[in-house]
């Protein structure tokens, strides 16, 4: 059957293609039993002569479904999200769910919710990845769609559940490491994100609890490599150089790895570098970056777990869930020696 370019197939010309009527494609389509094989198959070919694309809108319609779950990410640029969608996709791929992702920046017009394309699309969950600031809008969507946070704490969401990694627990290990190296003046390249605080306030206890509160040091970045290549720089630079560095996500410390490969500061010779995150960043050989593993893959597993058993019983209690985390060692971390050893004790000075 010849159609004008451009026009989309449907129903009505796939019961015409198959010779059938467009009840019996209606029962194909729901997959009904009652159909007999010959006639399925009729329409099957029918609809891959005419690429015939089922209408979501009517599927939703008569089922109340529209098996599609949103994803808003706070940075679609942050490899960190790799693992933690991963994860999503091997629980919802199971139960015929897709997923549609969305960044804050690219996804709502000016002066709209980030959350309102979603709600326009009438999926049935959603998924709250990363430090995005909850609104009006997103309050009252999580309390008549099923949502779950992922991988962010501190998150106020009254009707969303959470699975996060436990940020504290992850910078204490980070510092734990160093401080076991042998390391007393550790800084910090923290992040304004809540994640971010969660970290920096876990590194200034744990130095403190091992009488190294007077080494505290934190030069706030925003989360990109240049901005720790930058922080780090103020560090070699300003006269008393840190022998160890613990920052807040992978990207940064990839920009201090520049940052004292410029200023020819070896690593871990002269001075120990642990990450956080375990993107692939970490494992790119010349790199070989120490850091803290969020167990993200995990977290977006029980994410989706739980969004599937609150979709089933929408007035279940809320959840929390924090996954301990884990540290993995590569080269970028040394034992501390003379050489990196050698700024002077911390005298007056003021820590951000």
């Keep these: 059957m010849q159609r004008g370019t451009g026009k989309r197939a449907t129903i009505e010309d796939v019961a015409q293609e198959a010779g059938v009527s467009r009840a019996l494609v209606s029962l194909v389509l729901r997959g009904s039993p009652k159909v007999s094989e010959q006639k399925r198959e009729a329409v099957a070919k029918a609809m891959a002569a005419l690429d015939y694309r089922p209408s979501n809108a009517a599927r939703s319609l008569a089922s109340g479904r529209t098996g599609v779950v949103g994803v808003l990410l706070d940075d679609l640029a942050n490899p960190w999200f790799v693992e933690l969608l991963d994860g999503l996709r091997s629980v919802f791929l199971d139960k015929d769910l897709r997923m549609v992702l969305g960044d804050p920046r690219y996804l709502a017009r000016p002066g709209e919710s980030p959350v309102s394309p979603f709600m326009d699309l009438r999926v049935d969950g959603l998924v709250i990845a990363g430090d995005i600031p909850p609104d009006d809008d997103l309050t009252r969507a999580s309390t008549h769609t099923p949502t779950v946070v992922a991988g962010i704490r501190g998150f106020d969401l009254p009707a969303a559940d959470l699975v996060a990694n436990d940020d504290v627990a992850g910078a204490r290990i980070a510092v734990e490491h160093l401080i076991d190296l042998g390391h007393r003046d550790i800084a910090h390249l923290g992040a304004p994100t809540r994640s971010g605080a969660l970290r920096a306030g876990s590194y200034r206890d744990t130095m403190s609890r091992n009488g190294l509160q007077d080494y505290v040091r934190v030069e706030q ?85 739980l969004l599937l058993q609150r979709m089933a019983e929408p007035l279940s209690p809320q959840r929390s869930e924090v996954l301990p985390p884990r540290l993995v060692v590569r080269g970028s971390t040394a034992a501390v020696t003379r050489d990196s050893g050698r700024s002077a004790e911390p005298g007056n000075r003021s820590a951000q």
């Design 221 to 305: 970045t925003d989360m990109t490599e240049k901005s720790g290549f930058e922080a780090m720089g103020r560090l070699i630079d300003g006269g008393r150089p840190p022998t160890a560095v613990f920052a807040a996500n992978d990207i940064v410390a990839v920009g201090a790895l520049s940052a004292a490969a410029e200023r020819s500061v070896s690593v871990p010779a002269q001075l120990s570098l642990v990450g956080y995150d375990n993107t692939y960043l970490g494992q790119i050989r010349h790199l070989s970056l120490t850091t803290v593993d969020p167990v993200s893959r995990d977290v977006g597993i029980r994410a989706a777990e």
